[in-house]
């Protein structure tokens, strides 16, 4: 008997973008600047010199943006809100003009049946909080429930599905070790108390919303399997360390109240002691956990690489996307697995997922025609079904993304979009991707 790929009747249909990716305008109508508007003004940090100044002009063209999402058969649209649109300094003052763009997208979503997902925090932190501290100051728990209460107030039952944060993992890594995002420093002491923070004004948020929110809120995590290049101890306590750092770093303390004991291992000295009462806060009851999922990593143990002494083996005679990930479908199945033995049957939503492909330049009228990417979104959704399959309470699936958009710091090169954005015109041209999303939409997924 050949296999059915039809997902559960009522399985969630749809795709994603974040404000500083797509928008444009960063500082239209009184917003304040953000870390990104910045860091994309520091010459040297972006590719070719791109910036979110206008991006895909969203800010703008949001009602054109809202009819794309409607001829896919979008049932869902995953956004994130720009804190400093809406809070110039990030605390006190609300630019209401900020305010009113989100209500208005919202309002035009809702009267094309599609359904809002908003992220409040998507890496866009308003600079003004960055001059005091940003995520390594304590005090960043409460400045997010301010701001959170502000957006619960502003869009709340007409906003049934909230997240606090998207990928804390990335904001640390790239932003606090690494530099390679904003806010751009480099230190091992830094970021565990930058993740901490985010994690302790994750659960501010959800407090918050308790207070006053009528629908759901969950947090948003990227998880990246990890998988040993050889049976040897040392590669298996690297792939333990990777994983700890990557996949468990910010789940166990929102879900269950505590760090991994690799963490202490990797960061040393630099491992903060931080109070036993700060898990009750990050610890809370969500409704759900978004899942953003892209490759996976086979992993060996390097004594020279800082801090986890654990680097990715590439792997032969296999495909990688434009920004270097491993095509891996299975390692989409393994992770709803993990996280299910280890966090339990929490509801989860693929809140991303999706792959940059170089896409030939379009001729008029035409569809681009993108085989790699529609090759990797039919594989990564079987994947998710034989997850399903497997019992894993999987309620819907955004595709990453709704358009091209700036890739951070790679720039507008690196396309991901079902839509393809010729940015010299801001011309939205389908994808064969987004022809073949359309009818997996249609049949819910029969088609695959
Ligand atoms: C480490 O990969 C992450 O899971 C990841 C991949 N992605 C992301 N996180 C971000 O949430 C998006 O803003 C990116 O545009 C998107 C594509 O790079």
Same mark, same amino acid.
């Given at each position: 008997?050949?296999?059915?790929?039809?997902f559960?009747?009522?399985?969630?249909?749809?795709?994603?973008?974040?404000?500083?990716?797509?928008?444009?305008?960063?500082?239209?109508?009184?917003?304040?600047?953000?870390?990104?508007?910045?860091?994309?003004?520091? !010459?040297?940090?972006?590719?070719?010199?791109?910036?979110?100044?206008? $991006?895909?002009?969203?800010?703008?063209?949001?009602?054109?943006?809202?009819q794309?999402?409607?001829?896919?058969?979008?049932?869902?649209?995953?956004?994130?809100?720009?804190?400093?649109?809406v809070? /110039?300094?990030?605390?006190?003052?609300?630019?209401q003009?900020?305010?009113?763009?989100?209500?208005?997208?919202?309002?035009?979503?809702?009267?094309?049946?599609?359904?809002?997902?908003a992220?409040?925090?998507?890496?866009?932190? /308003?600079?003004?909080?960055?001059?005091?501290?940003?995520?390594?100051?304590?005090?960043?728990?409460?400045?997010?429930?301010?701001?959170?209460?502000?957006?619960?107030k502003?869009?709340?039952?007409?906003?049934?599905?909230?997240?606090?944060?998207n990928?804390?993992?990335?904001?640390?890594?790239g932003?606090?070790?690494?530099?390679?995002?904003?806010?751009?420093?480099?230190?091992?002491?830094?970021? /565990?108390? #930058? $993740?901490h923070?985010?994690?302790? #004004?994750?659960?501010?948020?959800?407090?918050?919303?308790?207070?006053?929110?009528?629908?759901?809120?969950?947090?948003?995590?990227?998880?990246?399997?990890?998988? !040993? #290049?050889?049976?040897?101890?040392?590669?298996?306590?690297?792939?333990?360390?990777?994983?700890?750092?990557?996949?468990?770093?910010?789940?166990?303390? #929102?879900?269950?109240?505590?760090y991994? !004991?690799?963490?202490?291992?990797?960061?040393?000295?630099?491992?903060?002691?931080?109070? &036993?009462?700060?898990?009750?806060?990050?610890?809370?009851?969500?409704?759900?956990?978004?899942?953003?999922?892209?490759?996976?990593?086979?992993?060996?143990?390097?004594?020279?690489?800082?801090?986890?002494?654990?680097?990715?083996?590439?792997?032969?005679?296999?495909?990688?996307? &434009?920004?270097?990930?491993?095509?891996y479908?299975?390692?989409?199945?393994?992770?709803?697995?993990?996280f299910?033995q280890?966090?339990?049957?929490?509801?989860?939503?693929?809140?991303?997922?999706?792959?940059?492909?170089?896409?030939?330049?379009?001729?008029?009228?035409?569809?681009?025609?993108?085989?790699?990417?529609?090759?990797?979104?039919?594989?990564?959704?079987?994947?998710?079904h034989?997850?399903?399959?497997?019992?894993?309470?999987?309620?819907?699936?955004?595709?990453?993304?709704?358009?091209?958009?700036?890739?951070?710091?790679?720039?507008?090169?690196?396309r991901?979009?079902?839509?393809?954005?010729d940015?010299?015109?801001?011309?939205?041209?389908?994808?064969?991707?987004?022809?073949?999303y359309?009818?997996?939409?249609?049949?819910?997924g029969?088609?695959?």
């Open positions: 008997m050949t296999q059915s790929y039809r559960p009747p009522g399985f969630h249909w749809g795709a994603a973008t974040s404000a500083y990716q797509i928008e444009g305008s960063p500082l239209a109508d009184g917003a304040g600047p953000s870390i990104w508007e910045r860091f994309a003004h520091t !010459p040297g940090m972006m590719a070719n010199g791109d910036t979110g100044d206008i $991006a895909c002009d969203h800010y703008h063209r949001y009602k054109d943006d809202v794309l999402m409607r001829a896919l058969g979008l049932q869902g649209y995953r956004f994130s809100i720009a804190w400093s649109r809070l /110039p300094e990030g605390t006190g003052r609300i630019n003009k900020g305010v009113d763009f989100y209500s208005r997208l919202v309002d035009e979503l809702l009267e094309n049946g599609i359904e809002p997902n992220t409040l925090f998507h890496w866009d932190l /308003p600079a003004a909080l960055d001059d005091r501290g940003g995520w390594l100051n304590r005090d960043i728990a409460h400045w997010f429930a301010e701001y959170a209460n502000v957006m619960y502003a869009l709340d039952g007409r906003v049934k599905r909230w997240s606090t944060l990928e804390p993992w990335v904001v640390t890594d932003g606090y070790l690494h530099g390679a995002l904003a806010p751009g420093h480099r230190s091992k002491y830094e970021a /565990p108390i #930058a $993740a923070n985010l994690m302790r #004004a994750s659960g501010a948020g959800i407090q918050a919303y308790r207070a006053v929110g009528k629908h759901e809120i969950g947090v948003v995590f990227n998880i990246e399997p990890k998988y !040993p #290049a050889s049976n040897s101890p040392e590669d298996i306590a690297a792939t333990r360390r990777a994983h700890a750092y990557m996949n468990e770093q910010f789940a166990d303390p #929102a879900l269950l109240g505590s991994p !004991p690799e963490l202490k291992e990797i960061f040393g000295p630099a491992w903060p002691d931080f109070p &036993e009462d700060d898990f009750k806060l990050t610890q809370q009851k969500v409704d759900f956990v978004g899942l953003n999922y892209y490759t996976r990593a086979v992993v060996k143990h390097d004594p020279n690489a800082y801090p986890l002494k654990a680097v990715p083996v590439k792997q032969p005679n296999t495909t990688y996307t &434009e920004t270097g990930w491993e095509v479908e299975q390692g989409f199945t393994d992770m709803f697995t993990w299910k280890r966090y339990g049957d929490i509801p989860l939503y693929v809140t991303e997922n999706g792959s940059a492909f170089y896409d030939a330049p379009v001729a008029e009228g035409d569809v681009v025609q993108d085989p790699l990417r529609t090759s990797y979104l039919r594989k990564h959704l079987k994947a998710m034989h997850a399903i399959e497997q019992g894993v309470n999987l309620k819907g699936y955004y595709a990453w993304s709704l358009l091209d958009n700036l890739e951070w710091s790679l720039g507008f090169a690196k991901f979009g079902l839509y393809h954005v940015f010299a015109t801001q011309k939205r041209t389908p994808k064969a991707t987004a022809k073949f359309a009818q997996v939409i249609e049949t819910n029969a088609v695959l």
